[in-house]
């Protein structure tokens, strides 16, 4: 059975930090490119991040770079989030995914709220 499951959502304050994981089983996991979206409430889904399989190459959105790092870590098949410099807009729910060809797997989703 496939799954992803993240963790490391809270309430932060306004420049807090959060480190989000996620810990993926029943596929391989370094055949699969890893990402981390975003859902507001009331709002699209919203792309934050990719990492490519060997974790060589990562993506940010640009209202992310330079505040949010992704990291993997192929041996614990786990895929990470740092989150710097929080603001309220980046409160949202925050999702896992991986995907390799057709093939597109996604976690329950972990909420982060960024509030004084």
């Known amino acids: 059975e496939v799954q992803l499951v993240e963790s490391g959502g809270g309430l932060v304050q306004p420049g807090g930090s959060l480190r989000l994981s996620c810990a993926a089983s029943?596929?391989?996991?370094?055949?699969?490119?890893m990402s981390w979206v975003r859902q507001a409430p009331g709002k699209w889904l919203e792309w934050v991040s990719d990492?490519?399989?060997?974790?060589?190459?990562?993506y940010y959105a640009e209202s992310m770079k330079g505040r949010f790092t992704i990291s993997r870590d192929n041996a614990k098949n786990t895929v990470s989030l740092q989150m710097n410099s929080l603001k309220p807009e980046d409160t949202a729910v925050y999702y896992c995914?991986?995907?390799?060809?057709?093939?597109?797997?996604w976690g329950q989703g972990t909420q982060v709220t960024v509030s004084s």
């Open positions: 995914s991986g995907q390799r060809g057709i093939y597109n797997y």
């Open positions: 029943g596929f391989t996991f370094d055949d699969y490119g």
């Open positions: 990492i490519t399989w060997n974790g060589g190459n990562t």
